[in-house]
């Protein structure tokens, strides 16, 4: 079976923390980008961050610079999110996926995401 699988979510306390991991299942991320996008109740996907099949080239969305953190071990077929200092606008599905451009296209691998909840 081919599939990205996410899991760490939960609910936490604002200012609390979350690592999320995104694991494959079937392939191997060593080529892929892989990018972290959420959804919250009502509102459109958005970008959260991406990194490279080497770890070269990360980015953030600037309401999580300084807050979370993406990193990757191909050898797992894994990518992490840290996050860090939680805000209730953090709340909402998070997924992972082999594309760092917010459109979902039928050959790209999207897991079924996570839900973050960040209470105040």
């Known amino acids: 079976q081919v599939q990205l699988v996410e899991s760490g979510g939960g609910l936490v306390q604002a200012g609390g923390s979350l690592r999320l991991s995104c694991a494959a299942s079937g392939f191997t991320l060593a080529n892929y980008l892989i990018g972290w996008f959420r959804q919250a109740p009502g509102k459109e996907r958005e970008d959260v961050s991406c990194i490279s099949s080497n770890s070269g080239s990360i980015t953030y969305a600037d309401s999580v610079k300084g807050r979370f953190t993406i990193s990757r071990d191909n050898a797992k077929n894994t990518v992490y999110l840290q996050m860090n200092s939680l805000e209730p606008g953090d709340t909402g599905v998070y997924y992972c996926?082999?594309?760092?451009?917010?459109?979902?296209?039928?050959?790209?691998?999207w897991g079924q995401g996570t839900q973050v909840t960040v209470s105040s």
């Open positions: 996926a082999t594309t760092c451009t917010n459109i979902r296209l039928e050959y790209d691998y």
